[in-house]
């Protein structure tokens, strides 16, 4: 596979002392064990990783800025791809098109709104697409995530998140929800009840990941009639997509033993990449490679990972934790500093601000569609309503 110098990238780990790129561990047998994340540790938020199929959708993995490392741990500019410059007054502003919200994030978009899941308001939600009122589809959730689209209905998860919970039963029930948007407000179905930590809808089919304790996952396809059992494995499930024949799930370490694990649909055996690192907080499918927000050899950004191997490739740097999609050659992204929208060409290169987010001072979800970028936020430190959605005209 083809891969431009660049890109930082290196296949083993050197020893620190020389290490320059991005370091990645041989692939390793599927009984290995992993180091389970401390609670609370660096990517413990993360309760909203993957992606759902349409207008690649992304979210807010809950790691704060505070958490990218400082600039003398940063790749210096030949090793690493320059993250461009600040927002400029050429680079277009976000134009608000809704306004009242609370944290909007999971971003999807059909032909005629943007859909959201509302963490603070415990809602579902759409607006127009060119802007108006918004319309509350289902309210009363538990912290909603991962909305996604499955033939014609939406679907998300209520209540999940990496920690195995106890059942409450004073609590909103957790699981994996549907409604067709069809009707407003829209009636709710149980597709599946449980603790989840994450959600992909591909193909018509959805799967589902949980932690069964602190260092084993499983991973299910779920039916209003079953949930059948894909596969377990070590390691601590934060994040996982699809391409149709296998799942690949991203899991997180205290101690940077992450890996990516590969669980094939059909028979076979499950395959490990362990990372020096802490891990992907996101992960989503890119044709032959996999796209990932985290933090890999003490670098902090977007990486690029092969499929078929163990080559990472670092591609950006300062991207807020999964607020990243990929149309055609190109991948936008929000600025972790500076809250801007940045574009990197996919074979490697240096970014460029393509707008300016406004009003945003929390990014928590991103969606492209025909020519538009929508972000959802809300202004930092506040726990009113003071989300927004925005919209940018792409180049």
């Known amino acids: 596979m083809h891969r431009p110098d660049a890109r930082a990238r290196v296949a083993e780990p050197l020893p620190p002392s020389t290490r320059g790129g991005i370091g990645v561990r ?61 927002p400029s007054a050429d680079a277009p502003a976000a134009s608000v098109i809704a306004r009242g919200l609370g944290k909007p994030r999971s971003l999807v978009v059909d032909a005629t709104h943007v859909y959201f899941a509302d963490a603070l308001a415990r809602a579902i ?35 999940g998140g990496p920690l195995p919970i106890a059942p409450d039963a004073g609590a909103v029930a957790r699981g994996v929800f549907a409604c067709s948007p069809a009707k407003v407000p829209c009636s709710v179905r149980t597709v599946r009840a449980g603790s989840f930590v994450t959600l992909v809808a591909a193909g018509g089919e959805l ?30 499930a934060m994040a996982m997509t699809t391409d149709g024949s ?22 076979g055996a499950a395959r ?14 890119d044709g032959d490679e996999l796209l990932g927000t985290g933090m890999i050899d003490r670098r902090f950004g977007l990486f ?5 191997g163990d080559d990472v490739a670092f591609a950006a740097p300062d991207v807020a934790p999964g607020l990243y999609a990929r149309r055609g050659d190109v991948i936008y992204f929000v600025g972790g500093a500076d809250r801007s929208l940045r574009r990197v060409p996919r074979a490697g290169g240096t970014a460029t601000v393509v707008g300016r987010l406004t009003g ?36």
Request: contains cysteine.
């Open 304 to 308: 690029l990972l092969a499929k078929s």
């Open 26 to 86: 041989r692939a390793i047998t599927p009984g290995a064990a992993a180091l389970a994340i401390a609670a609370g540790g660096w990517a413990s938020g993360c309760s909203d990783c993957g992606r759902a199929p349409r207008a690649e959708p992304h979210d807010d993995a809950g790691v704060p800025a505070s958490a990218a490392p400082s600039a003398s741990a940063a790749p210096s500019a030949s090793a690493a791809p320059s993250a461009g410059a600040s």
């Open 207 to 236: 799967f589902v990941a949980e932690n069964l304790d602190s260092s084993h996952f499983a991973v299910s396809r779920v039916t209003d009639k079953a949930l059948t059992r894909v596969g377990e494995h070590d390691g601590h």
């Open 360 to 395: 945003i001072d929390e990014p928590s979800g991103l969606a492209i569609a025909d020519g538009w970028a929508y972000v959802g936020g809300k202004a930092a430190g506040d726990a009113g309503s003071t989300g927004t959605i925005v919209r940018i005209p792409l180049p």
């Open 125 to 159: 939600g759409r607006v127009p697409r060119d802007g108006g009122d918004h319309e509350d589809l289902a309210t009363g959730r538990e912290t909603p995530a991962r909305l996604a689209f499955s033939g014609n209905e939406l679907v998300w998860l209520d209540g």
């Open 272 to 285: 490990e990449v362990t990372l020096r690192g802490p891990g992907l907080n996101n992960i989503d499918d």
């Open 246 to 267: 296998s799942l690949y799930v991203a899991t997180s370490s205290a101690l940077d033993r992450a890996k990516v694990v590969t669980l094939p649909l059909a028979k």
